[in-house]
C-alpha cells in the first residue's frame, strides 16, 4: 500500500540546497542525489513502519550514497517527512518540527 506524503516546507527547503550543493560540486550530481532521496522517499511510502521507532516518535532511513537521512513521522496512515539531515551536521536541528504537525 502507498501511502500519502507531506513534506515539511522546512524539509523541502533543506533537499533543494543540498541537490543545489551537490549540483554545484559536480554537474549531474545534485540530480543523482534527489534521484536517490526520491527512492528512499518511496520506499518509505510502501514500507513507512520498516524503520524503527525513535523514542521521539520518529523513524530514519539513511540514502545510501550520501551522508543524508530522510527523519519522517507516520501518524493517522500519514506520511510526514520532517527533515532531509546531514548526517554529521546539527544533530536534531529539526525536533521542534514534531510539533507543527
Not at 25 to 36: H, I, N, R, S, T
Not at 59 to 65: E, K, L, P
Not at 68 to 86: C, G, P, S
Request: proline fraction near 5%; glycine fraction near 4%.
Amino acid at each position: 500500500m502507498m501511502h500519502s506524503v507531506t513534506i515539511l516546507s522546512e524539509a523541502e527547503a533543506e533537499l533543494w540546497q543540498a541537490i543545489d550543493y551537490y549540483e554545484q560540486k559536480a554537474p549531474g550530481l545534485g540530480l543523482d542525489f534527489g534521484d536517490e532521496v526520491e527512492r528512499v522517499v518511496q520506499a518509505i511510502r510502501q514500507f513507512p513502519e520498516r524503520w524503527p521507532l525513535r523514542d521521539d516518535g520518529t523513524r530514519r532511513q539513511i540514502t545510501d550514497r550520501f551522508p543524508f537521512v530522510v527523519v519522517y513521522t507516520f501518524l493517522n496512515n500519514h506520511i510526514w517527512v520532517l527533515a532531509f539531515a546531514h548526517c554529521k551536521r546539527r544533530p536534531g536541528y529539526w525536533a521542534d518540527r514534531i510539533y507543527t504537525i
